[in-house]
């Protein structure tokens, strides 16, 4: 059975960093695309990041861009989430999802309910940002 597993999650004061990873039970090739989503209480779920494995792309939520980097080692098999300048708003819970399915990656950080379309899922680790 496939599966992510998240990790590094934690409280941190606004402005700071913290670094999530998300471990693949097989290769991070295996899958067309993979990345983070994030959920805040009372809110949508909303994709934040990701990378294409058919072209290598990355992509940004527009909220993040400038501030998350995604990154990968295809080595380890894990997916990288640096996050720096938080802000109180990217309180949330961060998911790992991936598809092996061929999609409009873009969609991954722009469209609503793109989440409904990812068939694997982690189990989420807590981002707190707070003073």
């Known amino acids: 059975q496939v599966q992510l597993v998240e990790s590094g999650g934690g409280l941190v004061q606004p402005g700071g960093s913290l670094r999530l990873s998300c471990a693949t039970s097989g290769s991070t090739l295996d899958y067309y695309v993979i990345g983070w989503f994030r959920q805040a209480p009372g809110k949508e779920r909303e994709g934040v990041s990701c990378i294409s494995n058919n072209d290598g792309r990355s992509y940004y939520a527009d909220s993040v861009k400038g501030r998350f980097t995604i990154s990968r080692d295809n080595a380890k098999n894990t997916v990288y989430l640096q996050m720096n300048s938080l802000k109180p708003e990217d309180t949330a819970v961060y998911y790992c999802?991936?598809?092996?399915?061929?999609?409009?990656?873009?969609?991954?950080?722009?469209?609503?309910?793109?989440?409904?379309?990812?068939?694997?899922w982690g189990q989420g680790t807590l981002v707190t940002v707070s003073s």
């Open positions: 999802a991936a598809t092996r399915y061929p999609m409009d990656v873009d969609a991954y950080v722009s469209v609503r309910d793109i989440y409904r379309y990812l068939e694997v």
